[in-house]
C-alpha cells in the first residue's frame, strides 16, 4: 500500500532549524501535490507549505521566510527546511501526498522548540 514515511523531527533550541523529509512509496510521486502539516497539542491540524506537480509553492502566513518546501522527483521525497524556529513550531508534523480524489498521509514526526 502507499507508504509517507517523514523523518528529520526532534528538539531544537529556538533560533535553530531542522530539516524534514518524506519519502514515498507505491505512488507516481512527480503527480502528486505534496504538503507538511501540523498539528500542535489541542488544536486543529493546520496547512504548513504545498507544493505543486508542477513546482509551485506556497505557505502559511506564520512560516512564510522561515521554512521552505522543496521537492525531490527522482528521489520520491519532499523536504521542509525550517529555520528560525519558535517555541509556537513545535507540533507533529504531518507529510501529504494529494492527487485528484487520493490523499495520504505519514505517520508524523515530532518536532519540539524549547531551551
Known amino acids: 500500500q502507499v507508504q509517507l514515511v517523514e523523518s528529520g523531527g526532534g528538539l531544537v533550541q529556538p533560533g535553530g532549524s531542522l530539516r524534514l523529509s518524506c519519502l514515498a512509496s507505491?505512488?507516481?510521486?512527480?503527480?502528486?501535490?505534496m504538503g507538511w502539516y501540523r498539528q500542535a497539542p489541542g488544536k486543529q491540524r493546520e496547512l504548513v507549505a504545498v507544493?505543486?506537480?508542477?513546482?509551485?509553492?506556497n505557505s502559511a502566513d506564520a512560516v512564510k521566510g522561515r521554512f521552505t518546501i522543496s521537492r525531490d522527483n527522482a528521489k520520491n521525497t519532499v523536504y521542509l527546511q525550517m529555520n528560525n524556529l519558535k517555541p509556537e513550531d513545535t507540533a507533529v508534523y504531518y507529510c501529504?501526498?494529494?492527487?485528484?480524489?487520493?490523499?495520504?498521509w505519514g505517520q508524523g514526526t515530532q518536532v519540539t522548540v524549547s531551551s
Open positions: 507544493v505543486t506537480s508542477d513546482g509551485d509553492t
Open positions: 507505491r505512488i507516481i510521486f512527480s503527480f502528486y501535490t
Open positions: 501529504n501526498a494529494m492527487f485528484r480524489m487520493y490523499s495520504y
